[in-house]
C-alpha cells in the first residue's frame, strides 16, 4: 500500500519543490524540473533568492494568493486571467510529483467561483475543506470568509457548496486571508485579517470546530496587529509557533514587506514581528504569503520587475540546517518504545514517517515471508 494513501498529511513532497526559470531575468516556462532553491542562499539570510514560478503558473496577468494542497502536487491560488467566472477566481495547477512541472492552472468552476470576486484559497492539513474570501452577495459585510468540503481530497474539482462562516468570523466590515489551523492552544483555529478594506487590516484569530465552523467569536492578535497600518494574510507551521504575514509598517524595504513572529508553545502570546530582511523581501512588494506545514518553503505574491505580469507567484526556501528545531541535540536519546497494535500488526511494518506537525504517522506494510 503506497504511503499517500496510508497518510496524506504527510508532507513529504514540499521540501524537495522544484522549479525552472531559475536565471535572474525572464522566467522560464515550467516545463522542466528545476534547480532546488535551498541551494542559492544569500549571505546574512536563511531564506533564499526567491524565484519565480514561471509559466503556466503565472502569466502577463495577476497571480496572488498562493496554497500548496498538504501533499504539495495541487498549487491553489487567485488570478483575473481569461477564462475565468468573474473579476478574480480560485485556480489550481496539478503536478504528477515533487520532479514534475507544474501542469496548465484549471479554473475552480462555477461551484466555487462566482462574477464576484474569489481569492485567498487555504487547505486543512487532511485537503478536505477549502477556505476562501469571496465578495459575493448575501455576506455579512464587504467581503467574507467561506469554507467548502470534498470527500477526495486528491479531487481539485470535487468541492461542494461553500457556506459562510457566519458572525463569529464575518462582520459588516471584511474579512480577508484565512488559514485554518489544527492544533491551536485550545483546539483549532482560523487566523484571518479584517478591516475596511484588504489594504487596511489587522489580524484575528476564532476558534473552531472541526468541521470548519466558528464554535466563539473571533479576537483581535494584538502583538501582531498595528491599527496605523496594513497587516494580512497571516500564514503558519503547522507546529503553531511561527507565523508569518505582510505588513506595510515601518522598517521594510518596499511597499510592503514579509514579516515574522513566532512564539515558545501555541499557548503563549506571539512575539514582537520581526522583518524577514533580503531576501525573500525586496524594494518591491512582497504581499500574501503562504507557509508550507514544515517551515521551509514560503510562497508569495510580488510585483517585482523580473516577473511575467502585474504580481507573480514567488518561491523561497530555507535548509533544514536553519529549520527550527524542538530537540535539545546534547540530550541524550530516550528508551525505545513499541508503538503497539494500533500501529503494529500480523504484517511487516517499514519506513514510517511523522507528519510535520507531530500528529498523523504513515508506515507501508508487506506479508511476513514464512521461514
Known amino acids: 500500500?503506497?504511503?499517500?494513501?496510508?497518510?496524506?498529511?504527510?508532507f513529504q513532497c514540499i521540501t524537495m519543490l522544484l522549479v525552472t526559470g531559475c536565471e535572474k531575468g525572464t522566467p522560464a516556462a515550467n516545463d522542466a524540473p528545476g534547480l532546488a532553491l535551498s541551494q542559492q542562499h544569500s549571505p546574512g539570510s536563511v531564506w533564499s533568492e526567491p524565484v519565480n514560478l514561471g509559466a503556466p503558473v503565472n502569466s502577463q496577468y495577476?497571480?496572488?494568493?498562493?496554497?500548496?494542497?498538504?501533499?504539495?502536487?495541487?498549487?491553489?491560488f487567485a488570478s483575473d486571467r481569461p477564462g475565468g467566472m468573474g473579476n478574480v477566481d480560485l485556480w489550481v495547477s496539478h503536478r504528477a510529483s515533487e520532479d514534475s512541472p507544474w501542469e496548465a492552472p484549471v479554473n475552480?468552476?462555477?461551484?466555487?467561483?462566482?462574477?464576484?470576486?474569489?481569492?485567498?484559497?487555504?487547505?486543512?492539513?487532511?485537503?478536505?475543506?477549502l477556505f476562501f474570501q469571496t465578495n459575493r452577495a448575501g455576506g455579512h459585510g464587504s467581503n467574507d470568509i467561506y469554507v467548502s468540503h470534498r470527500?477526495?481530497?486528491?479531487?481539485?474539482?470535487?468541492?461542494?457548496?461553500?457556506?459562510?462562516?457566519?458572525?463569529?468570523?464575518?462582520?459588516?466590515?471584511?474579512?480577508?486571508?484565512?488559514?485554518?489551523?489544527?492544533?491551536?492552544?485550545?483546539?483549532p483555529v482560523l487566523y484571518f485579517a479584517r478591516g475596511p478594506s484588504n489594504t487596511f487590516t489587522d489580524i484575528y484569530v476564532a476558534p473552531m470546530q472541526e468541521d470548519g465552523?466558528?464554535?466563539?467569536?473571533?479576537?483581535?492578535?494584538?502583538?501582531?496587529?498595528?491599527?496605523?497600518?496594513?497587516?494580512?494574510?497571516?500564514?503558519?507551521?503547522?507546529?503553531?509557533k511561527e507565523l508569518f504575514f505582510f505588513s506595510n509598517r515601518p522598517g521594510g524595504f518596499g511597499g510592503a514587506d514579509l514579516w515574522i513572529s513566532t512564539r515558545q508553545t501555541p499557548h503563549d502570546a506571539w512575539s514582537q514581528p520581526m522583518n524577514l530582511g533580503m531576501p525573500p523581501n525586496s524594494a518591491a512588494g512582497e504581499i500574501v504569503p503562504f507557509l508550507t506545514a514544515d517551515g521551509r518553503t514560503l510562497l508569495f505574491a510580488d510585483d517585482r520587475t523580473d516577473g511575467l505580469g502585474g504580481q507573480d507567484i514567488w518561491m523561497s526556501t530555507r535548509s533544514g540546517s536553519d529549520d527550527e528545531s524542538d530537540v535539545d541535540p546534547g540530550e541524550a536519546p530516550s528508551t525505545s518504545?513499541?508503538?503497539?497494535?494500533?500501529?503494529?500488526g500480523a504484517l511487516i511494518e517499514a519506513r514510517?514517517?511523522?507528519?510535520?506537525?507531530?500528529?498523523?504517522?504513515?508506515?507501508?506494510?508487506r506479508t511476513r515471508l514464512k521461514d
Open 62 to 76: 495577476t497571480e496572488q494568493s498562493p496554497a500548496l494542497s498538504p501533499d504539495g502536487l495541487s498549487l491553489y
Open 151 to 187: 470527500t477526495d481530497p486528491y479531487d481539485d474539482l470535487g468541492w461542494q457548496a461553500p457556506i459562510d462562516l457566519g458572525p463569529d468570523v464575518n462582520t459588516a466590515t471584511g474579512e480577508f486571508g484565512p488559514f485554518f489551523l489544527e492544533h491551536g492552544d485550545q483546539g
Open 337 to 344: 518504545i513499541n508503538l503497539g497494535p494500533t500501529v503494529n
Open 1 to 10: 500500500m503506497q504511503m499517500r494513501s496510508l497518510c496524506r498529511g504527510i
Open 352 to 365: 514510517p514517517a511523522i507528519s510535520f506537525d507531530g500528529f498523523e504517522v504513515g508506515v507501508t506494510t
Open 213 to 240: 465552523q466558528p464554535r466563539g467569536p473571533a479576537q483581535l492578535v494584538a502583538e501582531l496587529s498595528d491599527a496605523n497600518f496594513n497587516d494580512g494574510r497571516p500564514t503558519l507551521r503547522a507546529n503553531g
Open 108 to 129: 475552480l468552476g462555477s461551484v466555487i467561483n462566482t462574477p464576484a470576486v474569489e481569492s485567498g484559497p487555504n487547505l486543512s492539513s487532511d485537503g478536505l475543506m
